[in-house]
Each structure stands twice: as structure tokens, then as C-alpha cells.
């Protein structure tokens, strides 16, 4: 064997991993989404036919819309919060901060599931702790059904990863604000800038690349959200297909209704919008005159 | 004692060749041979551990042949996805598995299991024995017997003695069958609960506890070819779990939820609507814990009735993998396990299990008396309501579409929706699993 091919050696269990359980399954579902079921195992070709009913099933639809409300309803606050605590644990030097630090990181540890159960029984209508605390404080007269309430149900999950992901966030954020430099932040107090300029004018700009990384990995865990629907709704999507996510409803199709090829199609329908929107973000953080425009502005504005 | 008494007269039995009863002569050598000849080891899956507890009594009759047997729970389908692999793969492993009746229908209808009607196992010759049911849901499309099982579930109704002492006057049986064999009747009895406990006691924990019994008041399978018929029944059951939510007769937790399970034991619920497997595994662990431990009496505050209609509820099957090497062994699991008359006998009086071999169930049914149910015999009960079950209506598909019915009913119940409303939408999601039904009739 000559010398320089054993470099291949190396990086072959890498691409035999890569094959057997990145690529073959890529293709594989691929090859599902074009079958339709006869038996538990038994599939026969069904052309292009998953597709035809993914496109016009009001249910998938319903899916989609369900799943971005619930992320987006979740992040926003949650980029707004994260950056604020980011920005005050950083700066402050307050006591006490590493604890608010720890203490604000601890829900991302409990497994959703079992956030899930809590949630499910904090806001049973009849016995749970919510209805019980307000009906003792006479705002309510009557016990209310929160769960089956849809846009209720669908705050709940976004509160509950809201709750989950403002810690990890803040962290991220906190990297990224360490590795701005002091100096500009002392330069621009020199020059007389306020503390909102400092944060519109340095803070933000620069931490662009953070929020690029944030953006896109919370799209992407977002948009995949299963296990809390899952445990609050015992996999039915209730109320009225109001937690039905995208992949709830692709593993529904898959483990319930016994339909593999359709929940392939779901699943490449997934991959690809997920892949279109990340690749949308990026483009939209990244784009080069932009950023540079604005630290350029940064700049001229801490000069004069 | 009991138990190695009864250990011993399974080897009795076995010895004399009752164990091979009604086995034709064209049974292969192998099944033929007498228990002790057959040797090997063969490998039993099951989503349940109390096929666990079978193994011991079965190597006393069949003692060379080793069981190893491995329990995957249900949960998150793990138990259905490692069948669907391994049917998939037509691995030899496991030679024998277990189906539950929520999805045991798909294993038949993909032909999981193997036929046993004909030779060299002749199924057919056990059915004389067994309850009709159980032994009419295993079949194929071809009518071939395709599993068996060693229990029966006909449903019951699980109530408090001493809401029907102050209520009815009296915790009689009998006397409260009287108010709970109707809807209109146990309807009315809710009421008067409600007005003599000023809405603080319940009828039912939640109107969802009637599904079994409300689903079981069909005639006909709800998808025959390519229609889909919702019966009256089924709308009927909407507007009375509205009228039970609306009037307080029940207390509004989900089947399973933790509040559920909660007022078992708060003397807050008359009655649950629960099958055999209620009384052992739900009922006595959540109404009486330190009892069902077995670190004090049973107080005897519950009874059985009659519910108002009657119910199957659940069941394990167990039956041959159709790519096992070992059928031979494995049929004999299947067999001993399904139909053996002793084994029957020794599971009823060792876990109060209801059993499906009718000629045990008459030969016991009136030794049993339970502490909890107050020394009601739930045997003779539950034998009674045996003979009422029909299960020609039962399809694949029942347990989705039932579950997209209710989760309309929820939505109807809570005001959310209109009945128009919630029978169209409910017409969207049963199109979403079934995509071959072309029209769907809701008989109102």
C-alpha cells in the first residue's frame, strides 16, 4: 500500500458509520416514502401517492402551523430574557450571581417528560394545584379546563420550554458577551455613550454570531418538539389537534397508525424545511454588508 | 402448600395424558410425543411479566424443554417495534409472543402468528373448552385459530358500599344491579348522589370510564369495506357524558389520570367500570394500598354490579411465531399455557386471574370469595357476564377510531365544539389513519 493512502484507513470508520446509519436510512426513507402499507411489515409502491395526501391532509397543515406557533411563541421571550440576564450576570457584579446562574440552568437538566407529568398534573381541572390556588383566591368560581383549552394548551408547552431553554440560552449568551472585548465597551464610555447605545450599538451587533448559533439550534430542536406533547396529551395531540406537532404527527402515523411510507413523507417534508429555514437564517444574520455596515456605524459613532 | 398441591396434580395429570386431550392422530411425532420427550429451549416475549410465573408450573409437566422468557414494555411501543423488527427480519427468535387485544388483531391480520386450526396442532379440538371469544378473536381471515389465551375479561362494575347504603339503603348486589343494568337508571342514580352529598360524592370519577361498555354496544365493525359506521349508540354517549359533566354527576378525571387512580381511595367515587384484571391490578393497588400489601385487612368498602351493558375489556394472547424453528416446543408452551386445564386451575386460585378454560371456571367458580368486595364471589360474577360477551363486531382498527371519537366527545363535553362540529372533525381524523375509507355514515 503506497504511504499516502493510508490516511483512508483513518477516516474509513468515520464514513462506514456515516453509510450505515447517516446515508442508508436517508435513502431508505426515501425509498418508504414511495410505498404505501399492506400489513404490519408488508409495503407495496404506491407512486407518488403519500405525497399527493401529505398535501392535502388538513391535519399535516394543522401540524405545521401548530409547531412554528408553539416555538415562536417560546423564543421570542426567550432570546428577549436570555439576553437581559446574559447582559446583567455578565456585567453585574453582584453576589450571589453564579447561584442565579446555576439555579436558571436547572430546569434544562429534568427530562421533558417528566415536565411534561408536572405540568399535566399542576393544571388538572379538577384537582390540580392551579385551579385549587385560584379558586382559594375567589378569581375563579368555577374550576376551567386549561388543558383542553387549544391556545392554553399550546402556551403551556411553549412556557415549559420557554422555562427549560432560558437557562442554556443565557449561558450561550454570556460566552458570547466574554468574548466581546472590554475596550470598546470602555472606549464608548469614554465617548459618552449611554448604556442602551452600548447594548444596540456593540452589544447586539457583536453578538450576532451567538445568536446565528442560538437561532438556528433552537429552530431545529423546535421544530422537532415531541416528547412534551406527547406526555401532556398521552400522544393524542388533544385538545382537537391543537398539540399536534410535526413530528407527533409523523410518529403517530409511524407506531400507531402502522403507516411507515406516509410518516417517511412527513419526515422528509420535515428535513427540508427545517434544512430551507436554517439556511434562510443563516443568509439573514450573515449577511456580510450588513454586519459590516453596522460595525462600522459602531464605530464611527464611539469616534465622534 | 396450595401451590406445590396443585403442582403435583398438574404432574399427575400430565402423567395420565390428559395434558394431550383431544389432540388428533395427525399430530406430528413430535407434538405427539409425551412431554417429557420433547426437549430444547425456546425463547417467550411478552409486554407482561405474569407470563414470567407460567414457566415454573409448565417445566413440572414439560421439564426439558427451557424457557427463556423476556419482558419489553408497551410503552412508547417498544414492545410493537421490536415484533415489527423481528417479524420484518423473519428472525427464529422469539418462538412464542404475546399480543395484546389493542393491537393484537394487526398481528393476526399480518400474520404474526401461526395458524393453528389445522394439523399438526389442531387448535380446533381445545375450543370446546375455552371461552367462545377469546378463541373467535384469534381467528385469521381464513378462520384459523391464530392464538389462545389463558384469560377472559368480561367487564363489571366496580361500586362503594357505603355511597349505596346511604343512597339505596342498601349495598346488596343485587339491589344496586337494579339501578346500574340501565344508562337511563344509573344516569338517575348520579343524580340522586349528587343531591344527597350536595355534589361532593360522584357517580364516576369520568364519563370516560363508560367507553368500554358504550363501545361494545355495537352489532356490526365499525369499517366494512370502504365505510365507515359510527352507530347511534356512540352519539347517544355524547350528549349523556355532556348532560353527566353539565348535572355533576361525575367528578370529571381522565381514565388513567392521576385524580383518577386519586379517588379510589377518598371515598369520593360510587363506581368504576372496570374488567377482571381491575379488581387485581387497579382496584386493591390504589383503593386499599396497605391491604394489597398485605400490612392490614381489606375493609370490604367495594361490591360488583352489573354494568349497563355488557363488556370485554383487554386480554393477553399468546401464540406460535410463524418463523420460529421450534414449533413443536413452542406450540406446547402455547398449549399448556392457553388451554391446560390444571395450569388453569392452579392460576386462578394462585392470582384470582379469571381463566379462559369454561370447564375450570365451572368446576371453581363457586369457591371464590374476595375480603375486598366484602366476600362477594367476583368468579361467579364475572362468570355470568361471560356468557353475555359478543365480540363479532370487533375490527383492527378499533382502538384509533375509539380514540378519535373521544377525543371529539372531550371537546363536545367541554362546550368547545358543537355536536355538528365535533362528528365532522371527527370525520377529518379517522381519514387521517384511514385513508381507503371513502365515506363515513354517524347514525344519529
Known amino acids: 500500500m503506497k504511504r499516502g493512502n493510508k490516511g483512508y484507513l483513518f477516516i474509513l470508520p468515520y464514513f462506514l458509520a456515516f453509510l450505515v446509519f447517516q446515508l442508508y436510512p436517508i435513502i431508505y426513507t426515501v425509498i418508504l416514502s414511495f410505498q404505501r402499507p399492506i400489513t404490519l411489515i408488508d409495503m407495496e409502491f404506491a407512486g407518488l401517492e403519500n405525497y399527493r395526501r401529505l398535501l392535502t391532509t388538513p391535519i399535516f397543515f394543522r401540524a405545521i402551523g401548530n409547531t412554528w406557533y408553539i416555538w415562536m411563541v417560546n423564543f421570542v421571550p426567550q432570546i428577549v430574557i436570555s439576553v437581559f440576564l446574559a447582559v446583567v450576570l455578565s456585567e453585574g457584579r453582584f453576589r450571589g450571581r453564579e447561584v442565579l446562574r446555576t439555579l436558571y440552568f436547572l430546569p434544562n437538566l429534568v427530562t421533558a417528560a417528566s415536565i411534561g407529568v408536572l405540568f399535566a398534573v399542576l393544571m388538572d381541572w379538577r384537582f390540580g394545584t392551579l385551579n385549587q390556588v385560584l379558586l382559594q383566591l375567589g378569581v375563579l368560581a368555577e374550576p376551567i379546563n386549561w388543558l383542553q383549552m387549544p391556545r392554553v394548551a399550546q402556551g403551556t408547552v411553549s412556557l415549559i420550554q420557554w422555562w427549560q431553554w432560558f437557562g442554556y440560552t443565557t449561558i450561550i449568551f454570556m460566552a458570547g458577551l466574554s468574548a466581546i472585548s472590554e475596550d470598546l465597551y470602555e472606549a464608548a464610555y469614554i465617548d459618552g455613550a449611554g448604556r442602551f447605545q452600548v447594548f444596540h450599538l456593540i452589544t447586539l451587533p457583536l453578538l450576532r454570531p451567538t445568536m446565528l448559533y442560538v437561532l438556528v439550534t433552537s429552530l431545529i430542536g423546535g421544530l422537532q418538539i415531541f416528547d412534551i406533547p406527547r406526555v401532556l396529551t398521552n400522544g393524542r395531540g388533544a385538545p382537537d389537534n391543537a398539540l399536534t406537532t410535526m413530528v407527533l404527527y409523523l410518529y403517530n402515523q409511524a407506531f400507531h397508525f402502522f403507516n411507515v411510507g406516509y410518516a417517511a413523507t412527513v419526515a422528509l417534508f420535515l428535513f427540508f424545511m427545517i434544512l430551507v429555514f436554517s439556511v434562510i437564517l443563516y443568509v439573514l444574520l450573515n449577511r456580510d454588508p450588513e454586519s459590516a455596515r453596522m460595525a462600522r456605524a459602531a464605530r464611527r459613532r464611539m469616534r465622534t | 402448600m396450595k401451590r406445590v398441591l396443585m403442582v403435583a396434580m398438574i404432574l399427575i395429570a400430565a402423567s395420565a395424558g390428559v395434558s394431550a386431550g383431544g389432540r388428533q392422530e395427525t399430530a406430528p411425532a413430535a407434538a405427539a410425543a409425551a412431554p417429557g420427550e420433547l426437549a430444547g429451549r425456546i425463547v417467550v416475549w411478552s409486554f407482561t411479566d405474569e407470563v414470567g410465573q407460567m414457566i415454573e408450573p409448565f417445566n413440572q409437566v414439560y421439564p426439558n424443554i427451557e424457557v427463556e422468557f423476556v419482558v419489553i414494555p408497551t410503552d412508547g411501543e417498544a414492545y410493537l417495534n421490536r415484533i415489527n423488527n423481528a417479524m420484518r427480519s ?333 362528528i365532522a372533525d371527527f370525520e377529518v381524523a379517522v381519514r387521517d389513519f384511514l385513508p381507503n375509507v371513502t365515506e363515513v355514515v354517524v347514525e344519529r
Open chain 2, 90 to 422: 423473519r428472525a427464529a427468535t422469539p418462538d412464542v409472543f404475546t399480543g395484546e387485544r389493542a393491537f393484537f388483531r394487526q398481528f393476526i391480520d399480518s400474520g404474526f402468528w401461526e395458524p393453528l386450526s389445522g394439523a399438526p396442532y389442531n387448535a380446533e379440538a381445545l375450543v370446546g373448552d375455552l371461552v367462545e371469544y377469546v378463541t373467535e378473536l384469534s381467528r385469521d381471515g381464513q378462520g384459523q385459530i391464530s392464538a389462545l389465551s389463558w384469560q377472559a375479561t368480561p367487564g363489571a362494575l366496580f361500586f362503594r358500599r357505603d355511597i349505596a347504603r346511604d343512597v339505596l339503603g342498601s349495598d346488596d348486589p343485587a339491589v344496586v344491579s337494579e339501578w346500574t343494568s340501565s344508562l337511563e337508571r344509573y344516569y338517575e342514580l348520579g343524580e340522586m348522589i349528587r343531591d344527597h352529598y350536595n355534589a361532593e360524592r360522584f357517580l364516576l370519577s369520568g364519563y370516560m370510564d363508560m367507553q368500554e361498555f358504550v363501545y361494545n354496544q355495537r352489532t356490526a365493525p365499525y369499517v366494512q369495506g370502504s365505510r365507515l359506521t359510527i352507530p347511534a349508540s356512540l352519539v347517544e354517549f355524547m350528549q349523556v357524558a355532556r348532560d353527566m359533566r353539565q348535572n355533576r354527576v361525575e367528578a370529571g378525571a381522565s381514565t388513567w389520570s392521576p385524580p383518577w387512580f386519586s379517588s379510589m381511595a377518598d371515598g369520593s367515587v360510587f363506581s368504576y367500570i372496570l374488567p377482571t384484571w381491575g379488581l387485581h391490578y387497579v382496584m386493591k393497588p390504589n383503593a386499599e394500598p396497605d391491604a394489597h400489601a398485605g400490612n392490614a385487612e381489606f375493609r370490604g368498602d367495594w361490591g360488583l354490579a352489573v354494568p349497563p351493558a355488557p363488556y370485554s375489556w383487554g386480554g393477553t394472547w399468546i401464540g406460535v411465531s410463524r418463523h420460529s424453528r421450534q414449533k413443536d416446543l413452542a406450540w406446547a408452551f402455547v398449549e399448556f399455557v392457553g388451554s391446560n386445564p390444571e395450569f388453569h386451575e392452579l392460576w386462578a386460585r394462585s392470582t384470582g386471574d379469571f381463566v379462559s378454560n369454561t370447564q375450570v371456571l365451572a368446576r371453581i367458580k363457586d369457591e371464590f370469595s374476595d375480603p375486598f368486595l366484602a366476600g362477594q364471589n367476583h368468579y361467579q360474577f364475572f362468570y355470568d357476564q361471560v356468557q353475555e360477551i359478543d365480540v363479532s363486531f370487533i375490527g383492527p382498527w378499533d382502538l384509533q377510531i375509539q380514540n378519535a371519537w373521544g377525543d371529539q366527545v372531550e371537546l363536545y363535553v367541554n362546550g368547545q365544539k358543537s355536536i355538528d362540529q365535533a
